[in-house]
């Protein structure tokens, strides 16, 4: 595997492989079993969600629809006008509303609405 920057280059081999090749090492920059690279990218994912989304929704847990109800907030619709956009129901929506309330602990719709632009979750 080689890193550089934000770029990774890796290939996946089976212990046979490893074994059968001569100078595994010289012919690419690592070689990692598949249990191994699946358990890596797995948390390598982890860390890069975390390092892009450190004070975006990823932090906060909201989820992509809560997302798309949230950015219809900060445009200013109501309940309504969000069920109606976003074709759900009126108590869909609410329920959305209410998710995000309790993810960005806040009690009221301008308080989500600036905590949502002040932690860049939201762009504006």
Do not use: W
């Amino acid at each position: 595997m080689e890193i550089n920057g934000d770029n990774i280059r890796f290939s996946i081999v089976d212990k046979k492989t490893i074994a059968n090749e001569n100078d595994a090492e010289s012919k690419l920059p690592c070689y990692m079993e598949i249990r191994i690279t699946r358990e890596f990218f797995k948390n390598f994912f982890k860390l890069k969600r975390l390092r892009f989304t450190s004070n975006t929704s990823g932090f906060f847990n909201i989820t992509e629809r809560e997302m798309q109800v949230l950015n219809r907030m900060v445009n200013g619709m109501n309940n309504n006008q969000i069920a109606k956009d976003l074709h759900v129901s009126v108590c869909t929506a609410k329920a959305h509303v209410s998710n995000i309330y309790t993810k960005l602990s806040v009690k009221s719709r301008i308080k989500a609405v600036v905590k949502a632009i002040k932690n860049k979750i939201v762009n504006i």
